[in-house]
């Protein structure tokens, strides 16, 4: 089976600009996941899709962050405005279901803030 | 809040030398661990995972790994690396009856010599 495709794989933006990440989950997965890897750390959850309603985005910022799932199926994470900070690799995951069950990550997008 | 510890950011092991990664968690209930793998320019790939059960759970590519309560510790081992094992491995935990997102340690990096 086709794997969690995410797009772009590498971007580069300045300081203030908007960008968008997209990720289409393995067919008939639930449950998708944002995560955000910092160089150097381990992937930092951000936003859990059930479905095409948010389980929990308790560690999205949200004053710059926002991520929708509107069909239930692919994604979109989108920054605005982007700062520094925000670079990092983007991990998109999915699941067949909740409770814990097995998650599938995608290759990820690197994003580069100058 | 849950967290993960791996003490060893870097590790080099010889081609067919024995493997151990550390790892210690906190919560404050049984968690569910696991391990994955991220090779450069992969998503993350799980090795393993402990739900419940036998301590000690085997995984794919010949790891395994034990989980003991009494030291809040899930540490994978490999009896013989091979070269191919070079890449950096995360410890993770969930929280059982939440939202499903994993926290993740920050990585050890495992370098393969010849």
């Known amino acids: 089976e086709a794997g969690v495709a995410q797009s772009p794989r590498y971007k580069i933006i300045e300081k203030r600009q908007s960008v968008a990440f997209w990720c289409n989950p393995i067919?008939?997965?639930?449950?998708l996941y944002w995560y955000q890897q910092i160089l150097g750390q381990g992937p930092k959850l951000l936003i859990q899709?059930?479905?095409?309603?948010?389980?929990?985005d308790s560690q999205l910022p949200k004053d710059r962050f926002s991520a929708e799932r509107l069909k239930g199926v692919d994604s979109t994470l989108k920054i605005q405005p982007a700062k520094l900070e925000d670079s990092a690799v983007y991990l998109c995951?999915?699941?067949?279901?909740?409770?814990?069950?097995?998650?599938?990550f995608g290759p990820g997008t690197r994003l580069t803030v100058t | 809040a849950q967290s993960v510890t791996q003490p060893d950011i870097h590790i080099t092991v010889s081609e067919g030398a024995s493997l151990e990664l550390r790892c210690n968690y906190s919560y404050g209930a049984t968690p569910y661990l696991f391990w994955y793998v991220q090779s450069p320019g992969q998503g993350l790939q799980l090795l393993l995972k402990y739900f419940s059960g036998d301590t000690l759970v085997q995984g794919i590519k010949g790891f395994e790994a034990e989980f003991k309560r009494s030291q809040s510790s899930f540490n994978l081992r490999k009896p013989s690396v091979h070269w191919s094992d070079a890449a950096e491995y995360f410890c993770a935990v969930g929280v059982r009856g939440g939202a499903d997102g994993l926290t993740f340690g920050k990585g050890t990096h495992l370098i393969i010599q010849p």
């Open positions: 899709f059930q479905n095409n309603g948010v389980v929990d």
């Open positions: 995951a999915s699941s067949h279901r909740t409770g814990l069950a097995e998650q599938y």
């Open positions: 067919s008939g997965h639930a449950t």
